[in-house]
């Protein structure tokens, strides 16, 4: 994993990286606060920035703190050239270790943990992003993406089925043609497109990316933090008792999944053909 102080330089015209990670509770993310924004950025380069289960629990821990802090907003971003390239295949070295994990909740409290975040919530999406960390941009406030950056959802070619409550916002935020396309059919979208249909807030170029966002985020995060909290709340609020059930059956529908032979084989072909390459 590379040091702070090597991060910090290649990202010397990033804002939020001037302040330390948050005491070293962290394995797998860099968490810092500067300028009221509290940036949590997925810190496994090496691995493109992939979800392992350490992560998982980390994340939710990371927004359950930044929620409680004294920032007005907090942002969602990666380190090098990926966002988040999804489950780390370590994940599913075995489908029954998926299993024993969703027993703990681990990715139902994650879902959660963007459901119930209390502040605005941003994405900044320097690259790539895949799977989970797709789904999930549909429960942020806004993304804003590099325009190298795509959109990948490869539920079913993995033998399972969407989640992260994408069953129910991606056909609302891009209609149900053009989620179904995404969400059925594995389609990967251009940040362009993403845009275009709803999921993407704004696109930047890439070479002046960082500038542009954290130049705008700071001016936000000027606002005023509690009427920006009860406003969320009241847009929220319509739809949080929505959100909790969809994540509760799409969870329950992974499991399913997780045990069946079609899942275990998709599971089995996708490894082999990953230690191919």
């Known amino acids: 994993m590379a040091n702070f102080r090597q991060l910090k330089a290649e990202h010397a015209h990033d804002p939020a990286m001037s302040a330390g990670n948050a005491g070293g509770l962290f394995e797998t993310l860099l968490v810092t606060t500067e300028s009221n924004i509290t940036t949590i950025r997925y810190n496994r380069p090496?691995?493109?920035n992939a979800i392992s289960n350490v992560m998982y629990h980390e994340i939710v821990k990371a927004l359950e703190l930044a929620g409680k802090d004294e920032s007005v907003m907090a942002v969602l971003t990666g380190t090098?050239?990926?966002y988040c390239s999804g489950n780390d295949?370590?994940?599913f070295k075995?489908?029954?270790d998926s299993v024993e994990e969703d027993k703990d909740h681990m990715f139902r409290d994650f879902v959660r943990a963007f459901i119930d975040f209390p502040k605005p919530?941003?994405?900044?999406?320097?690259g790539p992003a895949v799977g989970a960390a797709v789904t999930v941009?549909?429960?942020v406030d806004m993304v804003y993406a590099t325009e190298r950056a795509t959109f990948h959802?490869?539920?079913v070619k993995l033998g399972l089925c969407p989640e992260g409550c994408s069953s129910y916002l991606f056909p609302k935020i891009m209609g149900p043609a053009k989620a179904s396309e995404m969400l059925l059919f594995g389609k990967k979208l251009s940040a362009t497109e993403a845009c275009q249909q709803g999921l993407v807030t704004e696109v930047f170029p890439d070479s002046t990316f960082q500038t542009e966002v954290w130049e705008r985020l700071?001016?936000?995060a000027q606002l005023p933090r509690d009427s920006l909290a009860l406003s969320k709340r009241l847009i929220r609020s319509v739809e949080k008792e929505k959100l909790h059930s969809v994540n509760d059956r799409e969870c329950e529908q992974v499991k399913e999944r997780l045990h069946s032979e079609e899942a275990l084989n998709a599971v089995i072909h996708f490894l082999q053909a990953k230690s191919k390459l």
């Open 46 to 48: 090496h691995r493109k």
């Open 89 to 91: 295949l370590a994940n």
């Open 94 to 96: 075995s489908v029954e």
């Open 218 to 220: 700071k001016a936000y």
């Open 153 to 155: 959802t490869p539920f």
């Open 137 to 139: 941009l549909g429960l």
């Open 121 to 126: 919530l941003i994405a900044v999406v320097n």
């Open 80 to 82: 090098g050239d990926y």
